[in-house]
């Protein structure tokens, strides 16, 4: 579903695409895949390692660097088009981050950005709460893993500025791109990415007693304007 709703997104003609916090390369691998040259930069040399052994593994060539998404180490005017996935609410300062893949993008370019609206952050009753407390405890005794291991501490969570935490991060990342500078700014639900994880992903029942609803995968784009 990410290969079909990506290729729609960016069409046949192969692009020079830098993708902002790989990760293990979720975005990185089916961009490569595409056809597209595909440069990723993420904080984590572990992550990387793991992308480096998934490309290689499908065969597919990754330019790879250890890096900061809010300084990137390349010059402006450098890549065709950004992608980055679950990325923005986790940045201690994402107006200087925004800013430096419009710098680095060539005019005329477009930073696409994947994230979920959430829905009940903040508003849960005390029933929900308790339910938690009991998923995560069962997940303890069953999984042997830390219930929290998945998700920030509570201080890290409130220096994020973006944190999906807070109710109003999905329209502030919006208006993020607006404040850029960049054009055509438009949020597009990815529909079938969003119905799948609803309805047909499942996980064991100690997971799900505690599990919040999911949110709505969105894709985020601006256009920097050409010259």
Not at 37 to 63: N, Q
Not at 69 to 77: H, I, K, Q
Not at 95 to 117: M, Q, S, T, Y
Not at 151 to 160: G, P, T
Request: with cysteine; charged share 25%; proline share 4%.
């Amino acid at each position: 579903m990410w290969e079909e709703f990506l290729h729609a997104e960016i069409g046949n003609k192969p692009l020079r695409i830098l993708d902002v916090g790989t990760g293990t390369g979720s975005i990185s691998l089916i961009l490569s895949k595409l056809g597209h040259e595909v440069t990723g930069i993420d904080l984590s040399p572990g992550m990387l390692s793991v992308c480096e052994r998934k490309a290689g593994e499908r065969s597919l060539t990754l330019d790879l660097h250890v890096g900061d998404a809010e300084a990137l180490p390349f010059p402006d005017n450098d890549f065709d088009m950004i992608t980055s996935r679950w990325v923005l609410w986790t940045l201690l300062q994402p107006e200087i981050a925004i800013n430096e893949w419009k710098r680095v993008i060539k005019p005329g370019g477009k930073i696409l950005a994947f994230d979920v609206k959430t829905h009940d952050f903040g508003n849960m009753s005390m029933m929900k709460k308790f339910m938690q407390f009991v998923s995560k405890k069962l997940i303890s005794i069953q999984d042997g893993r830390k219930p929290d291991s998945y998700s920030y501490k509570q201080e890290i969570n409130d220096s994020l500025p973006l944190s999906y935490r807070n109710v109003d991060c999905f329209y502030s990342q919006v208006t993020l791109f607006i404040n850029a500078g960049l054009e055509e700014v438009s949020a597009k639900m990815v529909k079938p990415l969003t119905v799948m994880q609803h309805e047909k992903l499942d996980k064991p029942w100690r997971y799900k007693i505690g599990r919040r609803k999911y949110g709505d995968w969105h894709c985020i784009s601006g256009r920097k304007q050409s010259r």
